[in-house]
C-alpha cells in the first residue's frame, strides 16, 4: 500500500504529500538537483533520478522510469510536479492508479502558464484539479478540484500561490480516496465512496 511520487522540482505538493502522512516508499526525478529529492531525503524516503536527457528517446527514458517504480510495487503513482508529457503506453500501464495534479480548474487551461492564461482570458474562478492519468494531457477523470477566486487586482503570482495552498489541500486527499479503493470511475465520472466532498471552496478571495 505505497506511494510512488514524480517530480521534477520544488516539490511542495511532495511535501503536502509527507505532512498529511502519505506512505510515500520512493521519490523519482527527471532532474537532478531537484528540490523535491531533498525533501524526501531529510524525512528519509528513497530517491532516484532518471534524467530524461540521458536517453535518445522517451520511449527508453520511460522503459528505465518504469522499471524504477515498479521496485516499489505502488498502489498510487502520485505526479507531483513532474513536468514531462508520458506516452500513451507509460500512462496506460498506470491506468487508473496514476493521479496528476494540475493548477487550473480543468477541463480549462490544459498545458503550462495556467495563472497568466486564466487572468489573460478575464475567469473570475480559477484553481486546481486532481486527475487520473490518461495519455491525453491534463484530460483524464476528475477526482477532486478546489477552486479559488480571481481579484480584480490579481497577478499570476499571487494567484498561484492562493491555488498552490489548495492544491496541498486536495492533493493528499484525491491520493488517500485511491489508497483506501474508493474511488469508482463509471463513464469517465469519479464517485468516491462515502460521498467525501470533491469540491473545496476557497473564500479566500
Ligand atoms: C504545481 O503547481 C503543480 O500543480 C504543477 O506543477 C507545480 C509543482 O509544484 N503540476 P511543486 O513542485 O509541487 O511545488
Same mark, same amino acid.
Given at each position: 500500500m505505497s506511494v510512488v511520487a514524480l517530480i521534477s522540482g520544488r516539490g511542495s505538493n511532495l511535501e503536502a504529500l509527507l505532512q498529511a502522512g502519505i506512505p510515500v516508499s520512493a521519490v523519482i526525478s527527471?532532474? $537532478?538537483? $531537484?528540490?523535491g529529492l531533498a525533501i524526501a531525503a531529510q524525512r528519509g524516503v528513497p530517491t532516484a533520478v532518471v534524467k530524461? /536527457? /540521458?536517453?535518445?528517446a522517451r520511449e527508453a527514458f520511460e522503459a528505465v522510469l518504469a522499471a524504477q517504480i515498479d521496485r516499489f510495487a505502488p498502489k498510487v503513482l502520485a505526479y $507531483?510536479?513532474?513536468?514531462r508529457v508520458v506516452t500513451a503506453g507509460f500512462a496506460e500501464r498506470y491506468r487508473g492508479r496514476a493521479l496528476n495534479i494540475h493548477p *487550473?480548474?480543468? #477541463? *480549462?487551461?490544459?498545458?503550462?502558464?495556467t495563472h497568466e492564461r486564466a487572468l489573460a482570458a478575464g475567469v473570475k474562478l480559477h484553481g486546481c484539479t486532481v486527475h487520473l492519468v490518461t495519455?491525453?494531457? /491534463? *484530460?483524464? #477523470?476528475?477526482?477532486i478540484q478546489a477552486a479559488v477566486p480571481v481579484r480584480a487586482d490579481d497577478t499570476a503570482i499571487a494567484l498561484a500561490a492562493r491555488v498552490l495552498k489548495q492544491e496541498h489541500v486536495i492533493y493528499p486527499r484525491a491520493v488517500r480516496w485511491v489508497l483506501e479503493g474508493r474511488l469508482v470511475i463509471e463513464k469517465g465520472l469519479v464517485h468516491v465512496k462515502g460521498g467525501d466532498a470533491q469540491l473545496v471552496f476557497s473564500d479566500s478571495a
Open positions: 527527471n532532474v $537532478a538537483g $531537484a528540490g530524461h /536527457d /540521458d536517453f535518445p $507531483a510536479g513532474f513536468m *487550473s480548474l480543468l #477541463p *480549462s487551461f490544459t498545458g503550462l502558464h495519455p491525453e494531457l /491534463d *484530460s483524464g #477523470p476528475i477526482v
